[in-house]
């Protein structure tokens, strides 16, 4: 796989990048709807590329079958650098769980960088359940096979992919309710209709405050400061434990070399930029900025881990 995708840096990498470029607005195309963590992200560096490219990066909001319909539009547009996929981990997790996609998540796109990444998802619980901390909730599955139930966001998510590896650590039968996003996954949470969810720290941090849930556990490899008191997965005993929800930006296979590095530069000068570390520390995210071909392999190894989850609970 890694072979076939460094075709995205073949022979028209070779090619000098316009010693103008970029000379008009750039397209960050987000395959899902307005709202959501990349905009956010997008609106947090979008002055610092602007300060560093002379152009403004323009967001383009192209949702719909379950990212599909934006991804494939980036994949069609020339291979200039102006148009851009930002898009979540999702991109290389949920094709494993998707016939229907048309394009491989590696090989059919040129790998920019990651951009950002979180602490992890939290682990919360309707305060109904009698479990306190995450050792208590894996003896309750176990003792209960089938009877918790987690909110699953989407094949591939970040709400799935933590809750499956956790079950296969733990050896643990606990079921998947399907929601269509996650706003519909927190409203049953906190109505008990579901048991437990992984969910971004920001959503989550409001609710745990005020008491309505609890967190158990993040699923990174380091506690986050907006919730010190919640430990990580590998501190309630899962060693090994570290998934966390990341960010990265592709542009259409072909891309010539100097023009992905143009781009890679411009995102790791903004995420280093002390005003966006401190509006992403607010948000519990860490700035990135991983160079190409670190980025591509860390996305094969992503997909590869999808697939097999994907075996293993049946794909789409």
């Known amino acids: 796989m890694l072979g076939l995708a460094s075709l995205g840096y073949g022979a028209a990498a070779e090619a000098q990048a316009p010693q ?5 607005p750039l397209r ?42 934006g991804t494939s539009y980036v994949q069609r547009q020339p291979p200039d650098g ?49 479990a306190m901390n995450l050792a208590e909730l894996i003896a309750l599955a176990k003792a209960q096979p089938g009877k918790l139930t987690y909110g699953n ?3 591939g998510t970040a709400s799935h992919i ?27 949470l906190l109505a008990a209709r579901i048991d437990m969810f992984f ?10 405050r005020a008491g309505r849930l609890r967190a158990l556990g993040l699923t990174g490899s380091q506690r986050w400061k907006g919730m010190p008191e919640v430990p990580t997965m590998q501190e309630g005993g ?39 570390v401190r509006q992403f520390d607010e948000q519990g995210l860490i700035g990135v900025a991983m160079p190409p071909e670190e980025f591509e392999r860390f996305a094969a190894d992503q997909a590869r881990i999808a697939q097999e989850i994907g075996r293993r609970v049946g794909g789409g």
């Open 238 to 276: 899962l060693a090994g434990f570290n998934v966390v929800n990341w960010f990265g930006l592709w542009v259409p296979l072909g891309t010539p070399r100097p023009i992905i590095d143009r781009i890679h530069d411009a995102v790791r000068t903004a995420v280093a930029d002390p005003d966006v």
């Open 162 to 188: 933590p809750a499956e590896i956790m079950k296969s650590m733990t050896g643990t039968d606990i079921l998947s309710v399907p929601y269509r996003g996650v706003a519909e996954a927190v409203t049953d």
């Open 28 to 69: 960050a195309v987000v395959p899902s709807p307005p709202g959501g963590p990349p905009d956010l992200i997008l609106r947090i560096i979008s002055p610092k590329l602007l300060a560093t490219l002379g152009q403004p990066v323009v967001v383009d909001n192209r949702a719909g079958g379950a990212s599909i319909v």
């Open 82 to 130: 102006y148009t851009w996929l930002f898009t979540t981990a999702s991109h290389v997790n949920t094709p494993p769980f998707n016939s229907n996609v048309p394009y491989d998540p590696v090989r059919d796109f040129a790998h920019v960088t990651m951009a950002v990444q979180n602490y992890g998802q939290a682990l919360v619980v309707h305060p109904s359940l009698p």
């Open 153 to 155: 966001a989407g094949n």
């Open 20 to 24: 103008d470029f970029p000379n008009r």
């Open 199 to 208: 969910v971004g720290t920001n959503v989550a941090l409001e609710h745990v």
